[in-house]
């Protein structure tokens, strides 16, 4: 039971890291694109072009596979009766079926998924920038209220922060893309 119940918890952080991919990746206009999975199948059934991320989805069934695996090991611990438990080959096949699986499809999602997709850095760079949460960083220079107005703007008008500030404070782009670096913005302090 303690060891299924092990393996239910990997198969949920692989259901976890699957579903995060195919949201990554997904696109290439309405959908978040932040990263691009190495395509392995020709495409889509019913949209051409369209690169399914065939990996994560095999994962995501995998775990629940997995997780039905530990709900049938589940009921057949509770089912022995004093020292007989009429059940245990089918919690040995679940078991060994459930190691299989997920040895399988972790190696898989990382040779073929993790180790093989790329950064749309261009895509992240433009969110990263026009992200309000940047003006927090000149809280301290031109008080709370004036970085909210710019934040608000900013986010309104789909612009980044770095260019609404400069119009709106006396501070000039130079010092402004210093101090919205979100690089530098990672590593705390003043």
């Known amino acids: 039971m303690a060891l299924s119940g092990q393996l239910k918890a990997v198969a949920v952080t692989y259901m976890k890291i699957a579903n995060d991919l195919r949201w990554m990746n997904s ?6 694109g932040e990263i691009t999975l190495q395509a392995l199948q020709p495409g889509s059934s019913i949209m051409p072009g369209k690169v399914n991320p065939v990996i994560p989805e095999a994962t995501a069934m995998v775990a629940a596979q997995v997780i039905g695996n530990d709900a049938a ?10 020292e007989l438990n009429v059940m245990l ?18 190696q898989l999602l990382a040779d073929n998924a993790i180790a093989t997709l790329s950064v ?5 760079n433009q ?3 026009r992200n309000p949460i940047l003006v927090t960083a000149l809280n301290p220079i031109i008080g709370y209220a004036k970085a909210a107005e710019i934040a608000k ?11 609404v500030a400069e119009e709106e404070t006396d501070l000039n782009r130079g010092e402004l893309l210093a ?11 003043v």
């Open 27 to 32: 696109g290439p206009l309405a959908g978040l």
């Open 73 to 82: 090991i589940t009921i057949g611990g509770q089912s022995g009766n004093f």
């Open 89 to 106: 080959p089918m919690i040995a096949k679940n078991l060994l079926n459930s190691i299989k699986l997920l040895a399988n499809s972790g």
């Open 120 to 124: 749309n850095e261009d895509k992240l």
């Open 127 to 129: 969110a990263l920038h």
């Open 153 to 163: 703007k900013a986010y309104k008008e789909g612009r980044p922060v770095v260019d």
């Open 179 to 189: 101090l919205l670096d979100p690089a530098k913005l990672t590593h705390g302090g």
